[in-house]
């Protein structure tokens, strides 16, 4: 089973089916860009990591997230990849489906002044792992998947293809960290045991992490 770790949870302000509207702007946490302001348009099809969530992922994180490659595939409002760069990361690849939504992603990108650092795509993300994947760059990956919590229920099939060719993609040392909430089981995790996953309240974060090479 995947080790469950239970963290204070705190009242929960929206959930899967109806999320709630962040007080807009949102803001970078850590990093050189800290407490710069993110534009979010409220569009309830866009489920933003909770800011002390997203805080929580990055200390797990901790310093190795530097000179990786970050790739968000869910992005959403960018805000992962974004701090992810603000934290040290040496690019980031950010998918979204949504145009209207890709194309706020790029404006934040350009008011921090880190386009060049920012690959959008807007597209849907399972195509492109399979599409695109193999040109990312074999340095370290940290890899957000962070999709509708309803996919893992009713794309569970696409999901769980998506995280194995993940893993067996990710070049050594690379983390993944998957969101979810509890309608999904998180032993049904690939190669489960490996996962370490905490609980957010309503969210629910696995961490796994790929061991350097021999």
Same mark, same amino acid.
């Given at each position: 089973?995947?080790?469950?770790?239970?963290?204070?949870?705190?009242?929960?302000?929206?959930?899967?089916?109806?999320?709630?509207?962040?007080d807009a702007?949102?803001?970078?946490?850590?990093?050189?860009?800290?407490?710069?302001?993110?534009?979010?348009?409220?569009?309830?099809?866009?489920?933003?990591?909770?800011?002390?969530?997203?805080?929580?992922?990055f200390?797990?994180?901790?310093?190795?997230?530097?000179?990786?490659?970050?790739?968000?595939?869910?992005?959403?409002?960018?805000?992962?990849?974004?701090?992810?760069?603000?934290?040290?990361?040496?690019?980031?690849? !950010?998918? /979204?489906?949504?145009? =209207?939504? *890709?194309? %706020? &992603?790029?404006?934040?990108?350009?008011?921090?002044?880190?386009?060049? +650092?920012?690959?959008?795509?807007?597209?849907?993300?399972?195509?492109?792992?399979?599409?695109?994947?193999?040109?990312?760059?074999q340095?370290p990956?940290?890899?957000?998947i962070?999709p509708?919590?309803?996919?893992?229920?009713?794309?569970w099939?696409?999901?769980?293809?998506q995280?194995?060719? !993940?893993? /067996?993609?990710?070049? =050594?040392? *690379?983390? %993944? &960290?998957?969101?979810?909430?509890?309608?999904?089981?998180?032993?049904? +995790?690939p190669?489960?045991?490996?996962?370490d996953?905490?609980?957010?309240?309503?969210?629910?974060?696995?961490?796994?992490?790929?061991?350097?090479?021999?």
């Amino acid at each position: 089973m995947a080790k469950r770790r239970p963290v204070k949870k705190k009242p929960a302000r929206g959930t899967a089916a109806q999320p709630s509207v962040v007080d807009a702007p949102m803001r970078i946490i850590g990093g050189r860009l800290k407490n710069k302001k993110i534009e979010y348009s409220g569009d309830t099809r866009t489920r933003p990591m909770k800011e002390r969530v997203r805080e929580a992922v990055f200390n797990l994180i901790g310093p190795p997230i530097k000179e990786k490659v970050a790739i968000d595939l869910f992005s959403g409002t960018g805000a992962l990849g974004l701090e992810a760069i603000s934290r040290g990361a040496v690019e980031a690849h !950010l998918i /979204e489906r949504h145009v =209207p939504t *890709s194309k %706020l &992603i790029r404006d934040n990108a350009e008011a921090l002044e880190i386009s060049d +650092l920012i690959t959008i795509y807007a597209q849907n993300s399972f195509m492109w792992v399979k599409k695109e994947l193999d040109k990312v760059a074999q340095t370290p990956w940290v890899v957000f998947i962070c999709p509708p919590y309803d996919f893992f229920v009713s794309r569970w099939e696409e999901m769980e293809k998506q995280m194995v060719t !993940l893993l /067996e993609c990710a070049p =050594p040392e *690379s983390i %993944l &960290i998957v969101e979810f909430d509890d309608k999904f089981d998180a032993a049904q +995790l690939p190669d489960v045991e490996n996962w370490d996953v905490r609980v957010y309240s309503p969210a629910h974060v696995g961490i796994y992490r790929l061991p350097a090479e021999d």
